[in-house]
Every structure is written in C-alpha cells, then in structure tokens.
C-alpha cells in the first residue's frame, strides 16, 4: 500500500474499463491501476496483477481460478468483484489463502428482470423475426395470418430459483397476468408467496412439464451446471419458451438447439450462452431464438451502483473495517 499524508492508499488493479465517475473516483481514492484500453486480461496478465495488488477488481469475464490466486501476492487481502455472480472465482481458494472476496448484490436486480420481461414478450410474439423481414425489405404489408404469435396473458410462468432477480421477474409478471410458479432449494415464506400470488414446486421436473414459459434466474455452482440437461428439456411441452439471463452453463446449449431445431421446444430467448463470447452456431440459424449479447445489467444506473459498492467495499478494507458485501469469509 502507498501512504498520502496520513492516509494509507491500497494497491488497487482493475481489469475492465469502468465507468468515467467511478474510475475517477477510485484514483481519487486509491493507488490504482485502470485498464483504459478495456482488453481482457490473459491468463498470465491476471496472475502478473494478483502477485502486485492489494486489491484486484476483476469481472465476469475474468476466470480467477486457483491458478490465479496461487500467484497472489503477500499483500493481497480482497477481491472486489464488479458483479453480483462469483462463479468465475474458486471462492475456496481464495479463503484458503485468507483473501476476502466481495460483490455487487442488489443493484442490477431489477435491469435484470427488465430485459427477463423484454425476452420473455419478444420471442412468443416474434418481434425479432419481424425486425429482420423488415430490414431485409421484404415486408410487403399488412396481412391478417402474417407472423402470428402468441399472447402471454393468462399464461404459466415457472421460475427457477427466487432470489432478488427471481422475484422481481415475478412482480413483473403479474402486471401481465401472468401465473407465477417456481422451483427453489429452500422455499420462500409464506407471506412472500402470498404476495407474489406464486405457486411452489419441490420437484423442478414436476414444473417443467406444465409451464408456458420457463425463466432460468439461478446462480451458476456445481449443483446448477446443466441443471436443465437434454433430459429435462425434452419434459418442457412442445408450445413452452426458455428464457434465460442468469448463466449460460446451466443450460445444455446443444440439447436445447437440437430440441427447438426440431419443434421440441417452441422457442428461447438467451443473454448468456455457454462459451461466451462464442456462440453455437445451431442457435445462430433458428429464427426462434432471441440471443443478446450478455447485456442484463447494461444500464448506466446499474453499471454506476456496481462501480459504487467496489468502491464502498473497498474503502471498508482500506479503513480496516469488514466490507459490507463479503462473499468470503461469511
């Protein structure tokens, strides 16, 4: 750590170009180092900026594993990851080496159910397919049986898992009529149900057979990779949508593209894919697929607050106080 004044300043390295006011704000307030050019940081890059930093704020797109942190540095104390998701991080590592990791709850919850709706309207009434006709200039008017959809209204909605994004999915949903069903690990309470007017299912394959739309809104851990595998998929009914903004893992892309490919399923609407930034091509030929470019919390508000909690979290360390969102130690 660097010393102004009285002050001790933390060696702070940042992996991903941030917004204006909060890198302004960490120089401000740190001894740090920005990535202005915004290129992800290789493998050796990651592990060149854990063996110098006291604090390193890495991002979704970095995979700090235990490699990586291996490599750390004697005066690394915290990770403060610009993100709610800590997937990317072996949090046991980390805590073995007594390194706190913290993130970014709460902030990007709602932006992240805004676009779950957007997905959830878009594929069933083809909104992109239309766009597409009409920008290829091959609309040639009005017609009463063009590009029928379906309405959502009065429709099954099954959300797997209901934390914060879960919930606020649900909230939505019920502005659209829509009937609020959902698998948990541990079930919500009671009063919560009620207000959320939603139906709870112990057994997820149970669901999956009797839903309309299904919203994937589940963090990504051991238990969740592929927790929708082919098997499960082939229980969605033929008319069903899949939605996902949560992780792209907990799905099996191949199974899904075969299953749509062949009007197993009727359709999907996806933020986040498997192998991001790659793509599997079968998803990129079906007209019925909505794919976004992993852009939930894509939002000035949303990317601010993120940007705030790294700098509240940090500062705490800095202050020697406990950071208010640590992931580990608990």
Known sequence: M????????PKVIVTRKLPDTIETRMAELFDVTLNLKDVPFTADQLKDAISKADVLVPT????????????????????????????????????????AVTNTPGVLTEDTADLTMALLLSVPRRLFEGEKILRAGEWTGWTPTFLMGHRIEGKRLGIIGMGRIGQAVARRAKAFNLQVHYHKRTRLPEQSEADLEATYWDDLDEMLTRMDFVSVNCPLTDDTHHLLNRARLKKLQPHAVLINTARGEIIDEEALADLIEVGRIAGAGL?????????????LELDNVVLLPHMGSATIEARVAMGEKVLINTRAFADGHRPPDRVIPG
């Open 2 to 9: 660097s010393q102004t004044g009285n002050r001790v300043r």
């Open 60 to 99: 979704v797109t970095d995979n700090i594993d235990a490699d990586v942190i291996a490599a750390a540095g004697e005066n690394l104390k915290m990770i403060a990851n610009f993100g709610a998701g800590v997937d990317h991080i072996d949090v046991d590592a980390a805590q073995a080496k007594g390194v």
């Open 271 to 283: 933020d986040v894919f498997e192998e991001e930034p790659q793509i599997n091509p079968k998803l």
